[in-house]
């Protein structure tokens, strides 16, 4: 092979490799330009995506919210009568109920509990609010739970109590105080069994049983 045939195949290859980078750079020219196109679209989609996924979850929520509150019983002024395991009677009422149809719990507004209804001695709970599990027999109220029993005219205030209507017992651990005529006690928590015939007060660490008695007056 000559000189000059050495050069030309080197020339013709040099061409070869010019010619396929040349290629290349097209074809990854024609990509570029591609993606430059496609970003915009698919940021555009995906910003679609997620606004009409966001506006959908909003208006099925709303929508579940009405139809869960369109299937929710309101009561005015409802009563609730019952008895305990021992006979005893008693009544729940309210200013208002609203019963939630997933758990079947009633929301009660401005509740009064009357236990032992009819009988020598009636103990009677108010509270601004309270929660009445029927199928789990039991009430609970608070804030603001006054609890007075007529014969005794001992009355106590505590901000939660929570009542058994399968037994009657009333108990509490938010701590409690009250008046009467022997005078006054506070604990941290409570219990009132036998529908208000005997009261156990229990206190612990700093929030000990407090109480005073007041003296005979003079006459007496």
């Given at each position: 092979m000559t000189e000059t045939d050495a050069r030309e195949d080197r020339k013709r290859e040099d061409e070869a490799r010019l010619a396929l980078a040349a290629d290349r750079w097209r074809a990854r020219s024609r990509r570029v330009k591609l993606y430059r196109r496609l970003l915009p679209i698919l940021i555009l989609l995906l910003a679609g995506g997620a606004l009409t996924w966001?506006?959908?979850r909003t208006v099925m929520s709303g929508v579940e919210r009405?139809?869960?509150?369109?299937?929710?019983?309101?009561?005015e002024k409802?009563?609730?009568h019952g008895q305990d395991a021992e006979g005893r009677s008693f009544v729940i009422g309210a200013q208002g109920a609203v019963r939630d149809p997933t758990t079947g719990?009633?929301?009660?507004?401005?509740?009064?509990?009357r236990l032992n209804l009819g009988g020598r001695r009636v103990t009677q709970i108010t509270a601004d609010a309270g929660t009445y599990n029927e199928?789990?027999?039991?009430?609970?109220?608070?804030p603001n739970v006054k609890i007075s029993e007529g014969e005794s005219g001992f009355d106590l205030v505590t901000p939660e109590a929570v009542v058994d209507t399968r037994t009657g017992i009333v108990t509490g651990n938010k701590g409690i105080s009250g008046t009467g005529p022997l005078g006054t006690i506070s604990a941290s928590s409570y219990v009132i069994a036998e529908q208000g015939e005997r009261v156990t007060f229990s206190g612990s660490g700093e929030n000990k049983i407090r109480g005073t008695i007041n003296a005979p007056s003079s006459g007496e």
């Open positions: 966001t506006v959908f009405e139809a869960s509150q369109s299937r929710a019983v309101a009561l409802p009563m609730f719990y009633f929301t009660l507004n401005g509740p009064t509990l199928a789990g027999r039991t009430v609970t109220i608070g």
